[in-house]
């Protein structure tokens, strides 16, 4: 499948296409019927796609750790880091890369092996730690971008420096998705900085294939909403009303225009709209969750109530469809200084629900098919920054994981070198983190295109090359 | 010898006159190549270097001589004879990071030496066969020439139709030609109502009013429409309407974007240039050299002068990765971005494709782009010129002063006096009596650390003079009960000056009795305190006495038996001798100042001290200077105004970056234009000045009537914008991966016609509205639709969905909220929130027209972002249509709507002399340009009736207003509305 050949197909088509944004009600029944998907295919860009090929995962959850998180001290152990702290630099690892008189800096936090796998993971995860055989660590990342917002767009869109649809943009125009009452990509409690809506925007992707937000990242998730998702005056009968007369006062336009499948997607959009009201809200109202699934994920307050409830969300969107869900932690991993309260901090807010999240999609039987992806822009040096309990930007190597749908369980790939510096084995370049993300969804990166401006664009630009290692 | 085997490699012809050895040493490098060689390159570097690679990487190729010679991407691979200069030899050594041959695994050492002994023997390679299609591009750019967008405009005859009657315009007969070939009819003449609407919204973005429908569908003349058309063209806000189109193609924004969002304080100079330009019929080819190079081009005047300044702004609007620490790199990125805009906005080609490689498809080589690439380079854009960021080492976009030289005298007095008064505030903050105690002689005791007894009360503000913070009061009460002791800690034993510190005043006690314990005993003196004191014009003397080193010694002030108020601030105690040498320099200076006030026959104030300076000396001193401070910042900042603007930079020719890596260079490319354009017409082969940047040059051959694009890309985006699709259906690419244009006769006529009516938009605009195609209706009709689904032959008009824009002014301007001013700026200066550079500035709420909200970058107006607006990092002549439910949401729930709706309904709930009828009527009239047909209205008023009872029981006035409300926003959010029929 090329989609970009079809949307060029016509003006008419592309119109149908375009007619309708998250799909339409009319033709959520059908979607049953495989005859008719093709039809529904044509008017509407959302719903289901074929794939490439046969895919590993179905829809992702991608856990952001906004800031950078330090890979020795939580999933990349390094004996020699351990030995030698305090220690310069030996010269021959300085090249172009540290200031020559930073020190070594081990881990605060001893580091076990664990479950059946006996991967390596530190103590600082403890409740992550159990769930280890789930765990595909990718532990030689490296990327572009010695700066947070070069490296948090280049992990969103694979460009820190052009503008670029987002990952979730892509994973949706490919794929389409399978609630068309919800959006098809959502982020919940996304950040304002380091390029804020760029890295859920759609850049020159029609605008349909852009994130939904949900919050931000400096309010509390039980205080957001969708945006204008709720009439402020009207009760949804008196809401309904007008809109009768609205649909009737459409209709007459469209009996006047005989033909039209622009006015037809506005008249259904209407239709869709007033039903994500419904929809919308029921979702995100945590209430009707058990009193064991809210203390699984630590709400009910204490430090994990807010990201509890974000992973909680997540949960509940995979459940009903929703193809690619993002989940901000707030902008609390650039750890300059304070090291070790600070991510004790963090860890104390994520640990729990992370693993409530995959505990709790195992037992729905949805971890078979949801990709789970957790880490953050770049990690740290292993070395201390100035006098300070803490560590600089590191985009040379880093450790983010994988679990799920079609990644290996309790597997460590590829390495950095002695200390955690540089990433040496198997190395896992941003783009190529992409090629697999898409491959793991049936989408060959190579082949998922987009003409604009005369040119086949793709979320991987020219590079990208599938970590095939890690496939299950 | 090796030399001469290299002469034979590379000069065949030549290599027969050579000596027989050298064919000797040629049959040894052959052998060596056969040995060792070939196998090596067959086993490991044809897998991504022959012809069957499954893709040829780095479009390398290894497997015959001609292709190693002429080399890969990033040039010749092979330096013969030099191995340490071979970047194949480097590769294979794996001596750089970026560079190893074969990736998955080095070669071993002896391999190795095998490769420079045969380079080192000028490589000689017997696969002489021919190399095939490896650089493709350079066989199709023959063909690609060809493409019809770089052939010259042609004139065209215009073509005969049979239906003489319906073509009112040239226009029309190539229209209908191509209908009547493809057996289509043309849809009837629209009525006057849609016309009208069609119009107005055309050509100014706002409905029309009442009174204009009425005035038109009142007026029978053959030339209604015709005046119609000219009174909207000369309305203000054609301009701001059609500049408006212009500004998604200079993708203008108010900030940065990106990952450092700074606002763009002053790029609203350059819209309302834009804006200015429709407005004044600028030609366009005026406009063009004005964007690209207005900073060359003479100026009868000042004004004319900024003008082309403001108007390259066009070429620093771009977004930048200001946080790039590498300086080449963020050149080379915007260097890319204005290759990026300029070809796309003017040409319709994707230029900067060719940055890394030859483009893909079009006949624009990399090197070419580089030519481009070295006129912009030579420009400058960034100033490294400090400024309010978080990291004073970003470098930041220039801009340039729109300053005429008696304001810049003006500006230099003012930063002369802003300056003088910020000092003065700063010591008036930090000592406000005047007087710092650490510049006193002598051991201070302030009041600050003077024992108390009573309830003395604090004085700070800076009236009269005193020292350190403040002082104390007696508030003229509680007289005998307080005293202030002042308790020095002397160094050495000795006799010392006591002088004590009040500040003076009409209301001032006149017997303060001040007692002083020294050696001599306690001994008391009374002070007037209505009279100044000498010292500093803060101290009296009290006399001389003598203390013991230590804290023993100390000045008792108490307001026993006084009348007045009493004050206390300080006392000090000078050693003897130091007091006498003050005594000595206090008489000098004060000599000084008194024959110098005499020479200049002086009056106070001085006179280089400000009105608002010495009102505010006068009164009160901190409020007055800091407002005085603020007026002369306000003004400075209007007297120097400046511009986003670039200047000519250092002149120079740029190299080839290899891949786009600015690191890896190639040759260096003179300064030139696309070829291909200058290969169909030997006249746009202007030769660059080598002392300017070219921009000159390149703004006059793209503004050039012998350029094959610039016109024709001009009337097609006019085109789209009155048709709602472009002849050319991809406005921004005429390459070709572009769209072929629909009717290029027509096409061509256009382009005609506009560069010989004085490359006039106005003259294009009215051109292409006064035919039948324009007028058509946009009726339906199964047979034409059967053929032509798309109406790619305009066989009706079609339907067009009113932008962003278009929309919020029609639902601001229905419900009488619309703000219709014009030009200037709303984006507060101070747009930067937090001071955090990585946040994008907030949008800001007003109700001017939907061009003059700003554009902040990431951070899109919320009307814009649910409406395709286009993300302005980008150029965008033309926007994605969609119909998504977030847009359905905002019609039904967002404050916009649901306030605008409210006013509108108050409005007609408030026309007295109507009744509900009448009202809904009314609303039907400025909503759609028609009255209500019966039906309509008894609907409505059974939904305002049947609505207000819904509401709740009470039936107050406020559910009437809701009721209509309700149905307000129906119509606002209904598609006859939202749509152009």
């Known amino acids: 499948m090329n989609p970009s050949s079809k949307v060029l197909l016509s003006r008419r088509e592309l119109l149908r296409r375009c007619g309708c944004g998250f799909g339409y009600l009319a033709l959520t029944s059908l979607l049953a019927d495989a005859a008719r998907t093709v039809l529904a295919a044509e008017a509407n860009p959302l719903v289901p796609k074929p794939t490439h090929f046969s895919p590993r995962a179905k829809r992702v959850i991608f856990l952001f750790m906004h800031g950078g998180p330090s890979q020795v001290d939580t999933f990349d152990p390094k004996p020699l880091l351990i030995r030698d702290n305090g220690k310069l630099v030996p010269p021959d690892k300085t090249s172009g890369l540290l200031t020559p008189n930073s020190k070594l800096l081990a881990p605060h936090w001893e580091f076990h092996k664990r479950g059946q796998s006996g991967l390596e993971i530190s103590d600082l995860f403890p409740e992550l730690a159990k769930r280890a055989d789930h765990l595909c660590l990718v532990r030689s990342m490296h990327t572009e971008g010695q700066d947070h917002g070069q490296a948090v767009l280049n992990l969103h869109t694979g460009s820190g420096r052009q503008v670029r649809p987002s990952m979730g943009s892509w994973v949706v125009y490919g794929l389409g998705t399978d609630n068309q009452n919800l959006p098809g990509f959502v982020t919940i409690s996304p950040p304002a900085i380091n390029g804020g809506p760029q890295n859920y925007g759609s850049a020159f992707l029609p605008a349909v294939y852009q994130g939904t937000p949900i919050g931000s990242d400096n309010t509390p998730l039980s205080q957001a909403q969708i945006r204008h998702i709720k009439n402020p005056k009207l009760s949804p009968e008196m809401q309904r009303q007008q809109l009768d007369l609205l649909q009737e006062i459409n209709r007459d336009h469209l009996k006047t225009a005989q033909l039209d499948s622009q006015l037809e997607g506005v008249i259904e959009s209407y239709e869709l709209a007033f039903r994500m009201q419904t929809e919308v809200p029921k979702l995100t109202d945590l209430t009707t969750e058990s009193k064991a699934t809210l203390d699984l994920y630590g709400i009910g307050g204490g430090p994990t109530e807010n990201f509890g409830r974000q992973c909680l969300l997540a949960r509940r969107f995979a459940q009903h469809g929703v193809r690619f869900i993002q989940v901000n932690h707030a902008f609390k991993w650039d750890q300059h200084q304070n090291l070790k309260q600070d991510l004790e901090r963090n860890v104390r807010e994520v640990d729990q629900p992370i693993a409530a999240l995959l505990h709790d999609l195992e037992s729905l039987g949805l971890l078979a098919d949801t990709l789970v992806l957790w880490g953050g822009e770049f990690g740290r040096t292993p070395t201390a920054q100035g006098n300070a309990d803490g560590r600089d930007h590191n985009p040379h190597g880093f450790t983010m994981w994988m679990a799920g749908g079609g990644v290996k369980g309790g597997f460590a790939y590829g390495a950095t070198d002695d200390y955690g510096y540089r990433a040496v084995e198997n190395k896992v370049h941003m783009h190529d983190l992409h090629a697999t993300l898409l491959h793991l969804l049936g989408l060959d990166h190579t082949r998922l295109t987009y003409r604009y401006a005369g040119r086949d664009f793709r979320l991987t630009d020219v590079h990208g090359n599938v970590a095939k290692g890690i496939l299950s | ?981």
């Not at chain 2, 005026?286 to 003479?298: C, K, N, T, V, Y």
């Not at chain 2, 003395?456 to 009061?473: E, S």
């Not at chain 2, 009155?722 to 002849?727: D, E, I, K, V």
Request: neutral net charge; aromatic residues 8%; charged residues 25%.
């Open chain 2, 1 to 981: 010898m090796i030399l001469l085997c290299l002469a034979a490699f590379w000069e065949p012809s030549r290599a027969a006159e050579r000596s027989a050895a050298s064919s000797q040493n040629a049959a040894a490098g052959m052998q060596l190549f056969e040995r060792k060689i070939r196998p090596v390159l067959i086993e490991r570097c044809y897998e991504c270097h022959s012809t069957d690679a499954k893709k040829i990487k780095g479009g390398l190729r290894l497997d015959t001589r001609d292709a190693w010679m002429q080399g890969g991407d990033g040039g010749p691979i092979i330096v013969p004879g030099d191995p340490d200069k071979s970047r194949l030899v480097q590769a294979l050594r794996y001596a750089s990071e970026d560079l190893q041959m074969p990736p998955k695994e080095k070669l071993s050492a002896e391999q190795i030496a095998d490769f420079e002994a045969w380079v080192r023997m000028g490589a000689p390679d017997p696969r002489t066969s021919e190399i095939s299609n490896l650089k493709s591009q350079i066989s199709n750019s023959q063909t690609a020439a060809k493409h019809w967008a770089f052939q010259p405009v042609t004139d065209h005859p215009v073509p005969r139709v049979k239906d003489r009657r319906w073509p009112k315009s040239p226009i029309d007969n190539f229209i209908l030609a191509d209908l009547e070939e493809k057996k289509l009819k043309p849809a009837a003449a629209a009525d006057k109502r849609t016309l009208i609407r069609r119009a107005a919204f055309d050509l100014t973005g706002l409905p029309p009013r009442p009174e204009e429908i009425e005035a038109f569908l009142a007026d029978p003349s053959p030339e209604a429409f015709a005046k119609v058309v000219e009174r909207l063209l000369d309305s203000p806000h054609f301009g701001e309407r059609w500049g408006r189109h212009w500004l998604d193609v200079a993708r203008y924004a108010d900030s940065n974007g990106l990952e450092i969002n700074q606002p763009f304080p002053n790029a609203w100079r350059y819209r309302d240039y834009v804006m200015e330009s429709f407005n004044s019929g600028k030609p366009f080819d005026q406009f063009i050299r004005e964007q690209l190079a207005g900073d060359l081009l003479p100026a009868r005047n000042d004004e004319e002068r900024f003008e082309r300044l403001t108007a390259t702004g066009f070429l620093v609007l771009g977004p930048k990765a200001l946080f790039e620490p590498n300086q080449e790199k963020l050149v080379m990125d915007v260097v890319d971005e204005q290759i990026d805009v300029s070809t796309k906005a003017f040409l319709g080609l994707t230029a900067s494709c060719a940055r890394c490689h030859d483009h893909k498809f079009d006949p624009i080589p990399t090197r070419d782009y580089y030519a481009l690439a070295g006129i912009f380079k030579s420009t400058a854009t960034l100033a490294s010129a400090a400024g309010p960021q978080s990291r004073p080492d970003a470098p930041r976009w220039l801009e340039r002063p729109l300053v005429t030289a008696e304001k810049a005298k003006e500006i230099e007095a003012s930063t002369r006096e802003l300056a003088r008064l910020s000092e003065e505030l700063r010591v008036l903050r930090e000592f406000p009596g005047g007087v710092q105690s650490s510049k006193l002689p002598g051991i201070v005791v302030d009041n600050a650390a003077a024992q108390l007894t009573g309830r003395w009360k604090q004085q700070k503000l800076p009236v009269g003079t005193f020292v350190d913070q403040d002082y104390w009061h007696d508030a003229n009460s509680d007289k005998g009960k307080m005293t202030a002791r002042f308790a020095p800690k002397l160094p050495h034993t000795g006799s010392y000056e006591v002088l004590i510190a009040y500040v003076p005043r009409y209301d001032r006690a006149t017997n303060v009795p001040v007692a002083i314990h020294s050696l001599d005993g306690p001994h008391e003196v009374t002070v007037n305190q209505k009279l100044p004191p000498q010292y500093r014009n803060a101290f009296v003397s009290v006399g001389a006495y003598r203390f013991q080193a230590g804290t023993n010694g100390a000045v008792v002030i108490s307001n026993a038996g006084t009348k007045g108020f009493v004050t206390v601030d300080a006392a000090i105690f000078v050693p003897i001798d130091e007091w006498k040498l003050e005594l000595a320099m206090a008489e000098e200076a004060s000599k000084k100042a008194l024959s110098q006030s005499q020479s200049e026959g002086s009056a106070m104030p001085t006179p280089q001290m400000s009105q608002a300076s010495a009102t505010a000396m006068a009164e009160a001193p901190v409020d007055r200077l800091s407002y005085a401070i603020l007026d002369l910042r306000a003004k400075i900042q209007t007297d120097a105004a400046t511009a986003m603007a670039v200047q000519e930079g250092s002149i120079q020719n740029s190299r080839i970056n290899i891949r786009g890596d600015y690191e890896k260079l190639g040759d260096e490319v003179p300064r030139g234009f696309l070829k291909v354009l200058v290969r169909t017409n030997s006249k746009l082969a202007s030769p660059i000045d080598p002392k300017s940047s070219g921009r000159l040059e390149l703004a006059n051959w793209i503004a050039s009537p012998e350029n094959p694009l610039t016109a024709r890309v001009a009337v097609n985006r006019i085109w789209l914008h009155l048709f709602g699709r472009g002849l050319v259906e991809t406005p921004d690419n005429f390459g070709l991966m572009g769209e072929k244009p629909t009717h290029p006769e027509l096409l061509d006529y256009l382009a005609r016609r506009f560069v010989a009516e004085g490359w006039s938009m106005k003259k294009m605009v009215r051109a292409i509205m006064l035919t039948s195609v324009y007028q058509m209706s946009s009726e339906h009709s199964p047979k034409a639709y059967a053929k032509d689904p798309d109406n790619r032959y305009l066989w009706r008009m079609n339907r067009r969905r009113l932008e962003a824009e278009a929309l919020r002014d029609a639902i601001l301007s229905v419900s009488s909220a619309l703000d219709l001013t014009r030009g200037g700026s709303i984006l507060p200066t101070n747009n930067a929130p937090r001071n955090n550079p990585m946040l994008a500035p907030e949008p800001v709420a007003s109700n001017r027209r939907s061009v003059y909200l700003p554009v902040l970058r990431n951070n899109v107006n919320d009307v814009f972002q649910v409406f395709d607006f286009s993300d302005p990092h980008a150029v965008a002549g033309k926007r994605h249509i969609t119909t998504t439910a977030p847009q359905a949401l905002f019609m039904m729930n967002s404050e916009v709507m649901l306030e605008q709706s409210r006013r509108w309904a108050e409005a007609l709930l408030a026309r007295s002399a109507s009744d509900d009828r009448q009202r809904v009527s009314g609303a039907y009239v400025q909503a759609f340009g028609r009255p209500a047909k019966i039906e309509e209205v008894n609907r409505a008023l059974k939904f305002i009736e049947k609505f207000q009872a819904g509401l709740s029981s009470s039936g107050s006035t406020s559910n009437r207003l809701e009721a209509w409300q309700a149905f307000c926003q129906v119509l606002l959010a209904s598609t006859e509305f939202r749509y152009l029929n």
